[in-house]
């Protein structure tokens, strides 16, 4: 069929050297990361620290601006950071939890460990972490969900698409109940921002983290934290630096006023080269379209789930489209051994412990790559060739 979206396949390299399936994880470098990055270069051995004044003080906010429009956000609600337990952490510090009478806190097993823990780590005693628990291991009891959202309620802290499984969470539905009980909301939006459409001003979430790692190509060390504008005065975070003062440059070691805007939620000096590498997935993501890559996604993953069905192996992603965002995870036999056999053959995936075999089809992959990852799957158990890998077991520390 015709797939107007391929045009887009030799600006990423790695697409010439393997299948690429995993940009859940991370996302394959655009062909202009190289010369931005040796612009980055460039200006440092060029100019110096004068690069600061020509460039690199604004470059955050630039970065920033050019991603709000994936979520609908306005420009000036967006602050970089380096990852998203740092995000979280500046948020959670700023949060006040002292409310006896609100110390209830809603999170979910099938978030992220690092976001529980994050939270948990700035969070008093004597507040409330209620753990809802998948009764499937692929989604959330909606029903139990919104019932766990009370007038005790302070916080409410999920995944919008789960990583395990790529369910999409009812964000309108979680955030219209919050609203109700007067609880706020902050969505973990890592593996949506860039395979799903996103629109915090229609959800009206109160906040939203996300990540240029994974859909968006942007690479490490770039994480968005949205905040609703009217929220934003009254943020005052515990994890801060001399870059959210109002005049930093003034050194005063006694007075801190923090900024107005959105700056108030950053910290120390930012990573520049990160800032550059991150820019042509962004620029890519937004040229290419949220909707056509949804589009796309769901008739690739609809073709994963398809095929999988057929050979009789488990999944653990939800079987229905609107449900399911980019990723489909599978659980054959012998699931991390066939996952190591796939690597060995040159289709790039991962397992995950709990979940199985993540499979990520972009907008820069052909439909052969999905069928044929699905074809491999089928000859590595047929042929017996897992059984390489079993005496090594799962290796709980590789990411792939």
């Known amino acids: 069929m015709n797939d107007p979206l391929l045009a887009w396949r030799p600006e990423f390299p790695v697409l010439e050297r393997c299948h690429y399936l995993v940009s859940h994880s991370l996302g394959a470098m655009p062909r202009g990361v190289r010369a931005s990055l040796a612009a980055y270069a460039d200006s440092w051995e060029r100019r110096g620290v004068r690069a600061w004044n020509e460039s690199w003080w604004t470059l955050g906010r630039e970065v920033a601006d050019s991603i709000a429009p994936l979520l609908n956000a306005p420009a000036g609600s967006l602050v970089l950071q380096q990852n998203a337990s ?35 780590q700035w969070t008093p005693p004597g ?62 939006g890592y593996h949506s921002v860039g395979v799903i459409p996103v629109d915090v001003a229609a959800l009206e979430v109160d906040f939203y983290v996300g990540g240029t790692l994974k859909w968006l190509c942007g690479g490490p060390g770039g994480v968005f934290l949205y905040v609703r504008p009217d929220l934003l005065a009254g943020l005052r975070p515990k994890v801060s630096g001399w ?75 939800p079987l229905e489209a609107e449900r399911r965002a980019g990723t489909v995870t599978l659980m054959p036999a012998h699931a991390w051994e066939v996952s190591r056999e796939l690597l060995a053959r040159d289709y790039v995936v991962d397992y995950r412990e709990g979940a199985g075999i993540r499979i990520a089809p972009h907008f820069y992959t052909c439909d052969g790559e999905a069928r044929g990852v699905m074809q491999a799957v089928d000859d590595i158990l047929a042929d017996g060739s897992w059984r390489r890998h079993s005496a090594q077991g799962p290796d709980h520390k590789s990411v792939t």
């Not at 989604?139 to 790529?166: C, K, M, N, P």
């Not at 008739?299 to 488990?314: E, K, M, P, S």
């Open 86 to 120: 740092i995000a979280n952490s500046v948020l959670f510090s700023a949060l006040d939890f002292s409310d006896p009478r609100r110390n209830r806190v809603v999170i979910s097993d099938m978030d992220f460990p690092s976001d529980s823990f994050a939270l948990r």
């Open 127 to 188: 507040v409330d972490i209620c753990m809802l628990r998948s009764p499937d291991g692929i989604g959330l009891d909606i029903d139990e969900l919104l019932a766990a959202i009370d007038e005790r309620t302070r916080l409410v802290s999920l995944s919008h698409v789960l990583f395990r499984s790529g369910c999409i969470l009812p964000a309108r539905d979680i955030v219209t109940r919050a609203q109700a009980v007067g609880a706020q909301v902050l969505l973990n």
């Open 243 to 317: 870059l959210a003062l109002q005049q930093p440059f003034a050194f005063d070691s006694e007075r801190f006023p923090l900024r107005e805007d959105i700056g108030r939620l950053q910290n120390g000096t930012p990573g520049i080269a990160s800032l550059h590498a991150i820019r042509p997935g962004i620029d890519i993501v937004r040229k290419v379209g949220v909707a056509a890559i949804r589009k796309k996604s769901r008739r690739q993953t609809a073709l994963l789930v398809d095929l999988a069905r057929r050979a009789g192996h488990a999944l653990g992603s």
